[in-house]
Every structure is written in C-alpha cells, then in structure tokens.
C-alpha cells in the first residue's frame, strides 16, 4: 500500500526550541517537497530535494532546514529563527520527470 | 507578485448543477496546471491535469479547460455532489527540470443537497 506518510499528526513547540517533521513515502519517487499552509492562504514551498543528498531552498526556507540522506525521508527541522512556525506542514513527493505531486496527511504545529 | 490567482474565495452550487472554479494566472513559462482538492486538517488530493499543449482535458466529472492567449483555466465539475465540497487549488509550474509547483490561494466550494 504506497503513500506518503506524516507524522506526528500534531507537534507542539515551546520557545527557543526546534522540532522536526517526518515524511517518508514508499513510491519511489525521486523529488520531495514541504509547503507550509497559513489559514486563507494558499500552500507556499520551503525546500525541495530532487535526488538523494540535494536539496534546494523554495520561497519561504528561512528558520528552516532540511535533509536527504534517504530516497524514502525528507525530514524537516523548524529552528528557533522561525518566528512565526504556527501552521499547517505538508510534504510531497513526484516520479522524478513528471509535475504531478502526490502529498501526505499533514502535520500541524502548534506554539506553546 | 501573487503569480496564481484564484479571484473567487468561495463558491455555492446546488447538487446536480456544474460547478465552475477559475484560476488565473501571470507567469508565460509555465506550462502545466493542475487541480487540487482539499478538505480541513487533509492533504490536497490530486484532481486532474492539463498541458500547455492542449486546450481540455477531461476525467470522468472533471474537466479542465485551458486559455492560453487569456492566461485562464478553469475546473468544470459535472454533475456537482456534496462530497465535492472542498476547497480547490489551482496550481501551475514552469518548464524544464524545476518541478517547483505554485498555487493560488483556493477556492471553497459548497454542494448544497
């Protein structure tokens, strides 16, 4: 059963603290991607890794950070310089050569 | 520079009725749209798609219609169901190897029974 998978569901950060989110996906896709959604906004890209140990910034990568050790995980680390890290995190994935991307369930972060 | 834009915030249809959702957009490289639909605290599902090379595309209820001289597409949903109510993203991405995809900021729409 391919997909994507998030987690945790929902994560929540005191002050000064970083956290990281999962995502994992058994499609054998080579390109993944995190998207922060605030509230009557659209989905906005943070980083983006096309193949294995590369990754690339998006619009908004700042207080963020990124790794891809593994074809499968593309973790994200929210630092402490993300001032306002309240919102709705997706990732997702694609077949290297192909647009259409695939995404996971979401995690939501919370501040303390 | 909002480069997607999706100028109606919500949308309310009857059930059976078609459900039109627009999307606009200003970057000439991009190439290839596709519609996303969403519901509260999920993540997009993958609607349908359509090349800069054509003009349509359809799947089962959904079609997607594409203008390129006037930069528009839009979502025609036929016969409309309560279960399409979700808010809908339009979302474009250039040519080349850069998979990075834009999206404008959704539609809600609601199918009233």
């Known amino acids: 059963d391919g997909g994507i998978t998030q987690s945790p569901k929902y994560l929540f950060r005191k002050e000064g603290q970083n956290v990281t989110l999962s995502c994992e996906q058994n499609l054998n896709h080579d390109a993944m991607y995190w998207y922060r959604q605030d509230p009557g906004q659209g989905l906005r890209l943070i980083y983006y890794s096309q193949i294995v140990n590369d990754f690339q910034k998006g619009d908004i990568a700042e207080g963020y950070s990124v790794s891809r050790e593994k074809k499968e995980s593309f973790p994200l680390t929210v630092t402490s310089a993300q001032k306002n890290p309240t919102a709705f995190y997706l990732c997702?994935?694609?077949?290297?050569?192909?647009?259409?991307?695939?995404f996971g369930p979401g995690t939501r972060l919370l501040v303390l | 520079d909002q480069q997607v834009k999706q100028n109606s915030p919500s949308l309310s249809v009857q059930e059976g009725r078609i459900s039109i959702l627009n999307c606009d957009y200003t970057n000439s490289m991009f190439d290839y749209f596709l519609w996303y639909k969403k519901y509260p605290a999920e993540g997009p599902t993958f609607l349908i798609s359509i090349s800069s090379i054509k003009d349509k595309n359809e799947d089962g209820r959904f079609t997607v219609f594409l203008n390129k001289s006037a930069k528009h597409l839009s979502l025609h949903i036929v016969p409309s169901q309560p279960g399409d109510s979700a808010v809908y993203f339009c979302a474009a991405s250039a040519g080349g190897s850069n998979y990075k995809l834009t999206f404008g900021k959704g539609t809600l729409l609601t199918v009233n029974p």
């Open positions: 997702a994935s694609s077949i290297g050569v192909a647009k259409t991307q695939y």
